[in-house]
């Protein structure tokens, strides 16, 4: 017991550095987690013009998973695109023979 608690016992800044560290490390991939579904909203929005909350993706994602948020993600696609009505493909133009 007494080496865990010297693994602990600083005397000096340098000695708590790493410790220090590891901490502004932790803090940085937790926010990073917390973020990811606004940063999807944010992508979604700029790329599509769909405007979810993170909310959503967030509920998505823990009842259905990563494969969820894909199959939404689609679903939103597919019913922007159905808004829109349907695309007009111009008639294919044919070479001219002989020129």
């Known amino acids: 017991m007494n ?3 010297s693994l602990f016992d600083f005397h000096s800044l340098s000695g ?3 410790l ?3 901490g502004v490390l ?3 991939l937790i926010i990073s987690f917390r973020s990811r579904a606004v940063v ?6 700029a790329m599509t013009g769909i405007k979810l909350k993170p909310a959503e993706v967030r509920r998505v994602y823990r009842e ?3 494969d969820g948020v894909r199959e939404f993600f689609l679903d939103l696609i597919i019913r922007e695109d159905l808004k829109q009505g349907p695309i007009s ?3 294919e133009e044919k ?3 002989g020129k």
Do not use: D, N
Not at 40 to 45: K, N
């Open 40 to 45: 999807f909203c944010q992508y979604l929005s």
């Open 16 to 18: 708590a550095m790493p």
């Open 95 to 97: 070479p001219a023979l």
């Open 89 to 91: 493909i111009p008639p």
């Open 20 to 22: 220090i560290f590891a």
């Open 64 to 66: 259905r998973g990563k």
């Open 26 to 28: 932790l803090l940085i």
């Open 3 to 5: 080496t865990l608690t």
